[in-house]
């Protein structure tokens, strides 16, 4: 697999209902950072977790990752229509100026 | 709160012709990037910049890529003869400093090639 990774591909979940999205990578990193993409538009920065950190949270949003198996996973909690859209993990692969973003997740959250 | 903006939204465009797609980054932000995302693919770094020059590139960008800053605002990407796989959207984002790693994302600009 490529340096960021996401699963599922795409996720379709009722109003109200937790989602929960994984992202796996190749290479030692500083930090991971987790974006939404609403279908067309830009990228929105959601949440940053850096390798010395195993969880954080924001709002409904909980961050956690696993440097032992180069894993993070992205929850949202009591889900909103409004949640739908393409999620996107991108690390930093070790301190580079670029990052790298994964495949995405396809998030559809019926109401 | 501060955003980065880019122009235009949307460019269509002739193959072989140059394109110059426009960013504005943050205003106090010293390192810029350009990203692409073809159409139901993943978003590709393309480069870095950061005191007039470029820190890093991709296999992507080649010698038909440039970036400029041509003043103390906008951030350029050039590409001089557009070939049909150049067709995608086109992210500027930019940084504050080194210390902060988050990226803050323009709202893209879509280049169709024809």
């Known amino acids: 697999s490529q340096q960021g990774e996401e699963d599922p591909q795409a996720l379709s979940i009722q109003e109200g209902e937790n989602a929960t999205m994984n992202c796996s990578y190749k290479?030692?990193?500083?930090?991971l950072q987790w974006y939404r993409q609403n279908s067309g538009r830009g990228l929105v920065h959601l949440i940053l977790?850096?390798?010395?950190?195993r969880e954080k949270h924001s709002g409904r949003l909980r961050v956690t990752l696993d440097t032992s198996k180069k894993s993070s996973s992205l929850l949202i909690t009591a889900s909103r229509a409004a949640d739908t859209a393409s999620y996107f993990c991108?690390?930093?692969?070790?301190?580079?100026?670029?990052?790298?973003f994964g495949t995405g997740t396809r998030l559809k959250v019926l109401a | 709160e501060p955003e980065v903006t880019q122009t235009p939204s949307h460019q269509v465009t002739q193959m072989g012709q140059e394109v110059i797609l426009r960013c504005v980054p943050i205003?106090?932000?010293?390192?810029f990037y350009w990203y692409r995302q073809i159409l139901g693919q993943k978003v590709e770094f393309l480069v870095s910049?950061?005191?007039?020059?470029?820190?890093?590139k991709s296999e992507i960008f080649d010698d038909q890529f440039s970036v400029e800053r041509p003043d103390g605002s906008n951030f350029t990407l050039k590409i001089r003869s557009t070939k049909l796989e150049d067709s995608a959207m086109y992210f500027c984002?930019?940084?504050?400093?080194?210390?902060?790693?988050?990226?803050?994302f323009g709202p893209g600009t879509r280049l169709t090639v024809l």
């Open positions: 910049f950061y005191n007039n020059e470029i820190s890093e």
């Open positions: 977790i850096r390798s010395n950190e």
């Open positions: 290479t030692s990193i500083n930090n």
């Open positions: 984002a930019s940084r504050l400093n080194f210390f902060i790693d988050t990226q803050y």
């Open positions: 205003s106090n932000h010293l390192y």
């Open positions: 991108a690390t930093d692969a070790g301190g580079t100026y670029k990052y790298i």
